[in-house]
Each structure stands twice: as structure tokens, then as C-alpha cells.
T-cell receptor, first 118, second 120 residues
Framework: AQSVTQLGSHVSVSEGALVLLRCNYS??????LFWYVQYPNQGLQLLLK??????LVKGINGFEAEFKKSETSFHLTKPSAHMSDAAEYFC????????????????FGQGTILTVHP | GAGVSQSPRYKVAKRGQDVALRCDPI?????LFWYQQALGQGPEFLTY????????KSGLPSDRFFAERPEGSVSTLKIQRTQQEDSAVYLC??????????????????FGPGTRLTVT
């Protein structure tokens, strides 16, 4: 079974500061990894995804994440935080149904609430 | 609109009532997922449809939960005899993926705004 751990349920940064949201996963096969953002009373929006190839993935709104297999990590970063980045962020991994066809069921972490101070 | 829509957005039910939650996926999307998001938690998988076929219902917490997608488009999640522990946001997501391995795994899931169910 797959699992995702997000370290820190709340992260607070100043506007203009580096954003670092941590995500570690467990998977028995090479994973597909995702970061989603959720604004209040809205659905989840995909920020970026890693499937294969380049391990540094760039997403929307200036976010990027690096897949590190040796560390089983997929941390999300942004060089300079904006007030509009305040939201909840979820790391997720796709299912790896080794017994048959996989269809992309997502396993999510518990989420990290990002607060940005002026 | 072009996105996934869900209705109602908010539902308050008394314990023991039945509820039905509707999901309208993006037109042409083959795959449809339901997730349950409890307060302060990440979404958890409930069930998956490929067109009208329900291929995985392993996440449904009890036999009080039932989902259908009879014509391969709109889906309904029904909860019978609601309990307080059913209070959560129910998210629907659709994907263009045809459900095959490899390429299908990377297809983005598009999420609706969710239905917030409160059982009193």
C-alpha cells in the first residue's frame, strides 16, 4: 500500500520568503507524484506532477518540486512567497495496482496549511 | 461551464436521513472518482468509475454508501441512514484517462468544488 506523509500541518512564512513544503512517500514501484492546492470552499487544483524523466518539475504560480528517489521525497518550493499563495497544499501519489490495470487513484497526505504574512 | 460541478454545495441532514450527492464531470472524461475529505484531513478514495462501470469501490466505508453512473456521465453518491461520522466534504474528480496503466496514471484529475455534508 502507498502512503504519503507531509511534515508540518501548518507553515508560516513572510511575503517574499522561501516556501518549502515537505512530502515523503512510500511506494513499492516508481511513483507518479502530484501537488495540489486547495483554496477555501474550492476544489483541488493541480500545481505540478512528476511522472518520468526530469526530476525537477516546474508548475504553475512559480512552484517547483524535486523528485528524490533515494530520499523518497517530493518537496514543494517557491523562491518568493506571495500573499495569494495562502492556501492548503496536498501531496499525492498515484496507485500502483500491481495485480492489474492501474487507473490513477490518488493517495493524499494530510495537507499543509500555508500562511503568508505581510 | 467547462469544469466539474457538484450539487448541492452544502447539505445538512438529520441522523438517519438518506442523501444524494450529484457530480457532473467534464464532458468526454472517461474516469470519475469520488473522495471523502474529513475536517483537517486529506481526501480519501471512495470509488472509481470507468464510463458506467464501477471498477473499484474498495474505499466505500460501509454498505450505506452507494454510487452509480448509469450513462457514463453524471454520477450520484448516495448515503443511506446518515450517521454523524459521515460529515465531511465529498469531492468528485474526472479524468480523460481511459484507465490503462502507464500513460493513464499521469492524466490529471479535475476536481469539483465538493459537497459539504453535515449530519446533525
Amino acid at each position: 500500500a502507498q502512503s504519503v506523509t507531509q511534515l508540518g500541518s501548518h507553515v508560516s512564512v513572510s511575503e517574499g520568503a522561501l516556501v518549502l513544503l515537505r512530502c515523503n512517500y512510500s511506494s513499492s514501484v516508481p511513483p507518479y507524484l502530484f501537488w495540489y492546492v486547495q483554496y477555501p470552499n474550492q476544489g483541488l487544483q493541480l500545481l505540478l506532477k512528476y511522472t518520468t524523466g526530469a526530476t525537477l518539475v516546474k508548475g504553475i504560480n512559480g512552484f517547483e518540486a524535486e523528485f528524490k528517489k533515494s530520499e523518497t521525497s517530493f518537496h514543494l518550493t517557491k523562491p518568493s512567497a506571495h500573499m495569494s499563495d495562502a492556501a492548503e497544499y496536498f501531496c499525492a501519489v498515484s496507485d500502483d495496482n500491481a495485480g492489474g490495470t492501474s487507473y490513477g487513484k490518488l493517495t493524499f497526505g494530510q495537507g499543509t496549511i500555508l500562511t503568508v504574512h505581510p | 461551464g467547462a469544469g466539474v460541478s457538484q450539487s448541492p454545495r452544502y447539505k445538512v441532514a438529520k441522523r438517519g436521513q438518506d442523501v444524494a450527492l450529484r457530480c457532473d464531470p467534464i464532458s468526454g472524461h472517461v474516469s470519475l472518482f469520488w473522495y471523502q475529505q474529513a475536517l483537517g484531513q486529506g481526501p480519501e478514495f471512495l470509488t472509481y468509475f470507468q464510463n458506467e462501470a464501477q471498477l473499484d469501490k474498495s474505499g466505500l466505508p460501509s454498505d450505506r454508501f452507494f454510487a452509480e453512473r448509469p450513462e457514463g456521465s453524471v454520477s450520484t453518491l448516495k448515503i443511506q441512514r446518515t450517521q454523524q461520522e459521515d460529515s465531511a466534504v465529498y469531492l468528485c474528480a474526472s479524468s480523460f484517462s481511459s484507465g490503462t496503466s502507464g500513460a493513464g496514471l499521469s492524466y490529471e484529475q479535475y476536481f469539483g468544488p465538493g459537497t459539504r455534508l453535515t449530519v446533525t
